[in-house]
């Protein structure tokens, strides 16, 4: 992969931005609140995949969850459902 490809990809995304310095590029995800430091070998020796893969840190995770028998993903839930979901607790009964 290239430098200027990568700058391509992360221009076209809303929630990554970057930026360069003498040894790479520091690369950050505001929504997953990432910052990764990416040196410029790094860029040139591994695909788009890994790069993006080692600058989300694990944190890109679909969270499901189950609401009266049905299993549902968190990630297309609005403000309001998700606020909800934070505040549920677990019953005994």
């Given at each position: 992969m290239g430098l200027d490809e990568l700058k391509s990809w992360l221009d076209?995304?809303?929630d990554w931005d970057y930026k360069?310095?003498?040894?790479g590029?520091?690369?950050?995800?505001?929504r997953l609140e990432t910052m990764t430091h990416v040196?410029?070998?790094a860029i040139e020796k591994n695909s788009?995949?890994?790069?993006?893969?080692a600058c989300t840190q694990g944190r890109d995770v679909d969270h499901i969850?189950?609401?009266?028998g049905y299993f549902s993903r968190t990630s297309g839930w609005n403000k309001g459902k998700t606020a909800e979901l934070k505040d549920r607790h677990r019953?005994?009964?």
């Open positions: 076209s995304r809303e360069l310095d003498d040894e590029m520091l690369v950050r995800n505001s040196t410029f070998e788009l995949d890994t790069l993006t893969a969850t189950r609401v009266t019953s005994r009964f």
